[in-house]
């Protein structure tokens, strides 16, 4: 009893600083909340919504256009079986590599300069994938490969570049509903690719005449096991199109928000004296990860813990098909439609934790060790997916609704939630001149709980 009481006691120690609480004579030193020097605007919340939905647009573009490159690469064993796995592990290596580097580069970072150039990453991006499409039909599985891992490591390069802008930025806001308005956003990019794919799909029937995706005399057939689900190119080429559309709006709304937050920060330094909030690198400090590591320990660990579990995800849903015989399947469960369906599960329960977080009565901010045990329970959820059909060779528990619900939809909530809380809460436990190195280290930490999950993911599956 005497040590559950001291671990409660330390729990209970370990709070944000209020002005109220902390010592005068310590006035300069301790961690205290401070207000925004910027009063809350609805148009600055929006443009962080499109920030953040930019984000992590690519990242789950990819994964619900399994289908279509399952298509793609049915000229090769190899390439079928493990494409899902390589793209992760890829993009998250490329992700933490990006973000480490630029973590140590504070003193003189431009965080708008970052955002906009990822914005432009993804823009080309996008466009060349939808260019092959069209063109080049008849490259091999393994050039359309060497593609597509060209393509996976320059949006994750603009991912790291957005997330460690991003994140920064708005800490230096201390405005903890904008990060909120980032997190958001990062869920509803996992919604909306998932509905653009599935109606993409639905509403573009397959032509007489299929698409001309010929192997390599070099390639070695995929078995009939593990034949893809048709695909047609105009349906990919509309998804496509619509991610280089989302990154050319949230980039003219982002100029639009530097030009109006230029003119704000102009009127507040005429008005009175008050501490600029810019951009402007020759004010910033720069604060070692190791001073931002011991103040955001728990909240740090529990975001790579986070993280780390949630990415066996995409993996197996890869691989779990509909419990019904494919004669009796409607359209919406073959797997064309039933993986980004799948997908939208998780991402819509993804959407719902984040919403929890802006209910005060649920928040727990003020309890990380209680956030690391729960991120660490989620260890169960990788489990449950050993209960499903995957590669159609009979579930456990059979059941579509069980997969959809219990695991994909808790799966996600859980995730959103816990990820939210936070990044939400990290900029409370550091001093307000420490907020965007904290921002950019929690991005770092998030990253890297990606990247470990990654590679634990090519020995899971199936």
């Keep these: 009893m005497d040590r559950l009481r001291k671990l ?27 207000s925004s020097k910027y009063a809350f605007s609805y148009i600055n919340y929006t443009i962080f919504f499109l920030l953040g939905m930019s984000m992590l647009w690519a990242w789950n573009m990819f ?17 079928f079986e493990n494409f899902q796995a390589s793209e992760i592990s890829v993009s998250t290596a490329t992700n933490l590599v990006a973000v480490l580097i630029l973590a140590r580069l504070q003193a003189n970072a431009s965080y708008s300069g970052r955002i906009l150039s990822s914005l432009i990453i993804n823009t080309a991006v996008f466009l060349l994938l939808s260019l092959f499409t069209k063109a080049f039909l008849d490259i091999s599985a393994r050039g359309y490969f060497g593609i597509l891992m060209i393509a996976m490591f320059s949006a994750s390069l603009a991912t790291g570049l957005c997330q460690n802008g991003v994140f920064a930025y708005v800490s230096g806001f201390g405005e903890p509903r904008y990060t909120q308005g980032i997190m958001t956003g990062q869920a509803v990019a996992g919604v909306l690719p998932c509905i653009a794919q599935i109606v993409s799909v639905l509403s573009i029937s397959s032509p007489e ?19 893809p689900p048709e695909v047609h190119p105009n349906s990919a080429f509309a998804y496509f199109l619509t991610a280089t559309t989302i990154s050319v709006i949230t980039l003219l709304a982002f100029l639009y928000f530097l030009a109006r937050t230029g003119r704000q920060s102009q009127l507040l330094q005429n008005v009175n004296s008050l501490e600029e909030i810019s951009d402007d690198p020759g004010t910033r400090k720069t604060v070692p990860l190791l001073v931002l590591l011991s103040k955001l320990r728990w909240p740090a660990s529990a975001v790579f813990v986070t993280f780390a579990i949630t990415m066996v995800s995409p993996v197996f849903t890869q691989r779990i098909v509909s419990v019904r015989p494919p004669s009796q399947q409607p359209a919406i469960l073959q797997p064309a439609c039933f993986i980004p369906l799948a997908y939208l599960f998780w991402n819509t329960g993804d959407l719902v934790g984040r919403l929890l977080t802006a209910m005060p009565s649920l928040s727990l901010v ?32 059979d059941s579509d609704f069980f997969y959809l619900v219990v695991v994909q939809l808790l799966f996600g909530i859980t995730n959103g939630y816990l990820g939210s809380t936070c990044m939400i809460g990290a900029s409370e436990w550091v001093a307000p001149e420490e907020r965007e190195a904290a921002g950019g280290f929690m991005g770092l930490c998030l990253v890297a709980g990606l990247t470990v999950g990654s590679l634990a993911s090519f020995a899971v599956g199936g």
Aim: hydrophobic residues 35%; glycine residues 6%.
């Design 8 to 34: 409660w006691q330390t729990e209970q120690l370990y709070e944000p600083l209020s002005d109220d609480t902390a010592d005068s004579n310590d006035h300069d030193h301790r961690p205290q909340r401070e």
């Design 63 to 79: 994964l619900a256009a399994g289908p279509y490159f399952q298509m793609r690469f049915r000229g090769d064993a190899w390439i």
């Design 209 to 227: 005449n299929k698409p001309r995706l010929h192997a390599s005399p070099r390639d070695t057939i995929a078995p009939p096991s593990l034949a």
């Design 366 to 397: 003020r309890r990380p060790k209680l956030l690391l045990f729960l991120a660490a329970s989620r260890i169960v959820f990788p489990g449950l997916y050993y209960l499903c059909n995957i590669r159609g060779r009979g579930a456990i528990v």
